[in-house]
């Protein structure tokens, strides 16, 4: 995360709180965050300097004015003022983050080579509930490359238990191995 998304995000998000409309802002930024994920051309052009700042304003206007918290508005407006559009996502994650802490919330990701079937995800969801005491967020990709099994992502913890980091604990164990 770069200097100015830690900065730029936490000073949204005590604003927001400030505001108690922190819920709102989150919500915002993240169909924000998938608007710019869409459509990366625009914030290109957003970002083009040669693009005067004044018209790249009015385009946020036009774009997101009467629809968003204009405290949110204001905040792309400012950076895209400062050159620094392109860390919007930085800035989401530090929001994000400091939602979380406040709100007892963590994120996870599951990977597994197939999707998780029936209420299987549910369960998941809950055990790790019970692990850690918080609110779980849970998120699922698919990748046949970790053959089976799965792996667990939450927050600064891995949990690898798939044939892919088995095997590449065994790999590492036979190296080690003088024979």
């Known amino acids: 995360m770069t200097r100015a998304g830690e900065l730029y995000g936490q000073s949204l998000y005590d604003l927001a709180v400030s505001e108690s409309i922190s819920d709102e802002i989150l919500e915002e930024m993240e169909t924000v965050k998938g608007i710019f994920a869409e459509n990366p051309d625009y914030v290109t ?24 918290q204009v405290y949110l508005l204001n905040f792309i407006k400012l950076l895209v003022e400062k050159g620094l559009l392109r860390s919007f996502s930085a800035c989401f994650k530090r929001y994000r983050a400091s939602y979380n ?32 005491g918080k609110k779980i967020i849970l998120r699922q990709k698919v990748d046949p490359g970790v053959l089976g099994g799965m792996k667990i992502e939450l927050e600064d913890r891995l949990y690898d238990g798939t044939v892919k980091g088995r095997l590449r604990e065994l790999e590492r164990r036979l190296d080690e191995t003088v024979l």
Do not use: C, Y
């Open 45 to 68: 052009l957003l970002s083009e300097p040669s693009v005067p700042k004044k018209e790249r304003l009015k385009l946020l206007d036009e774009a997101f004015g009467g629809s968003m």
């Open 101 to 132: 802490a406040d709100h007892g919330i963590e994120d996870a990701v599951v990977t597994s080579a197939v999707p998780l079937k029936g209420d299987s995800f549910e369960k998941l969801k809950k055990k790790l509930e019970g692990m850690t």
